[in-house]
């Protein structure tokens, strides 16, 4: 395998539970304990602007009501995305992807975007992102990793930048989930912990595939994963594991 060029902690959505998530804010208190990897979720607005933005609808952390892909983006950019989490955050901004990768650049961060598509949109959302990526990092020595749960979403971003790398996103090993990989032509798979074991590793290891993990939260499950060699780890606990330990 090519040497893996991401750092095996990312946090996740920014900063875990500790700031409101997707927001720029919390990617600064993410960094603020010492990490330089990260990962979000981008979805499309209705008028095509990549954005973060984890759920299917607004209401559990924005001001706003209904799917973000029926609303143009100058009324999403309109919203709090903090106060749902605390008042110190009240009327942080949904992010665009833009302004990620400008805070990612700036402060020698790498990026897992996970494409999130809204139900019907899952192509063109990997495609729109994969394209906006491949601008926004064009010239850069570490692009982001393109992941998702979709496979058609992850087409999209195959079609529209074919040279950034991709994961393919598994809560489960479904049926066909390894020839998926081969199809998608992917560097990596991304799966629940709790799927993960050496065996898996191995597996992967020997395709080719690097191995990678979401969402750990407890130091006794890392530092078993990192023994078995998996390849990274995205966590909540920006606070009690990664870089600031």
């Known amino acids: 395998m090519k040497p893996w060029p991401y ?9 875990g539970k500790l700031a409101p998530e997707n927001t720029l804010a919390a990617f600064r208190l993410g960094a603020g304990f010492g990490f330089r990897a990260f990962e979000c979720d981008v979805k499309l607005s209705r008028d095509g602007e990549a954005f973060l933005l984890h759920d299917d609808t607004l209401e559990r ?11 143009d983006w100058a009324d999403l950019a309109r919203l709090d995305a903090g106060g749902w989490h605390s008042a110190p955050f009240a009327a942080e901004p949904l ?6 990768a400008a ?24 495609e729109v992102a994969a394209r906006e990526a491949a601008r926004l990092w064009a010239g ?9 749960f979709s496979p058609e979403a992850l087409e999209g971003a195959r079609n529209a930048a074919p040279a950034l790398p ?60 990192i023994a078995e ?12 594991l990664g870089p600031s330990c």
């Open 7 to 15: 750092p095996i902690w990312l946090a996740h959505r920014g900063a």
């Open 140 to 148: 850069a020595a570490l692009p982001p990793l393109l992941s998702s």
């Open 166 to 225: 991709r994961a393919l996103l598994l809560d489960t090993l479904w049926d066909g989930w390894a020839e998926a990989t081969v199809a998608l032509g992917v560097v990596a798979v991304i799966t629940n912990w709790r799927v993960m074991d050496a065996a898996l590793i191995e597996r992967l290891h020997a395709s080719g595939w690097r191995a990678l993990v979401y969402t750990v939260n407890d130091a006794a499950v890392a530092e078993r994963l």
């Open 229 to 240: 060699g998996i390849d990274g780890i995205i966590t909540d606990a920006v606070n009690e």
């Open 103 to 126: 805070f990612c650049q700036a402060n020698g961060c790498a990026l897992n975007i996970e494409i999130k598509p809204c139900p019907g949109v899952e192509r063109l959302t990997g």
């Open 95 to 100: 992010p665009t992807l833009t302004r990620i």
């Open 61 to 71: 952390t924005t001001s706003g009501l209904g799917s973000p892909n029926n609303v």
